[in-house]
């Protein structure tokens, strides 16, 4: 069956991100997998998720009525919503950018992204990102997310889609971040 690309509207949706998240959160998978696979650091629930889809429904690859992979889209009101989120908010806030501050610029926030175990390969982050771009790029100029330091594997994947750094720094609970950006302004093409 082919993986279809579309958002997230539907509480089965919403109920199976949330389970594919536990599945991949940074605690619950072992070392080696974490290193290879990548992770996922924060967690929601669906009463929160139901509020970010009002907001900005995020992006899922679906095989019929199964979630393969989320692309979770967050608007700046979500801050203060999830507490790991809280300093990086505040930190791109004050970041300036092509000559603004990024605060004042109105971007979108990918809340995070994640792809099932038996799906990887398949470059199903490309493609939810460019159906992500897709959807929001008249909304808003930038997509940014910050990447756990040691989650290279995210790093390389946000670097081939188009997502370029903007600042690495560590957070008042300890844990390393790095900051980046996806400018939608330029041209439609991913690279």
């Known amino acids: 069956m082919p993986i279809k690309i579309t958002l997230a509207r539907k509480d089965y949706q919403l109920k199976q991100i949330l389970a594919l998240q536990q599945a991949n959160l940074l605690e619950t998978i072992d070392a080696e997998t974490a290193e290879a696979q990548g992770f996922v ?3 929601h629930d669906l009463p929160l998720l139901k509020r970010m889809t009002a907001s900005a429904a995020s992006v899922v690859a679906m095989q019929e009525r199964r979630v393969l992979g989320y692309c979770l889209s967050m608007t700046r009101e979500f801050g203060e919503s999830v507490p790991v989120l809280t300093a990086l908010f505040e930190r791109q806030d004050a970041i300036v950018h092509r000559g603004e ?3 004042t610029s ?3 926030v990918m809340g995070q992204i994640c792809v099932a175990e038996e799906a990887r390969g398949q470059k ?9 771009r897709g959807c929001y790029h008249l909304r808003f100029p930038y997509c940014v997310t910050a990447i756990d ?6 790093q390389r ?3 081939r889609i188009g997502f ?16 980046v950006i996806w400018n939608w302004q330029d041209g439609m093409e991913m690279t």
């Open 41 to 43: 650091t924060a967690t």
């Open 101 to 103: 501050l990024l605060g």
């Open 106 to 108: 109105g971007y979108l």
């Open 124 to 132: 199903l982050a490309d493609r939810m990102y460019k159906y992500l």
């Open 149 to 154: 330091a040691r989650n290279t594997r995210s």
């Open 157 to 159: 994947v946000h670097e």
């Open 164 to 179: 370029e750094e903007l600042d690495r720094f560590t957070a008042p609970d300890g844990r390393n971040w790095v900051l």
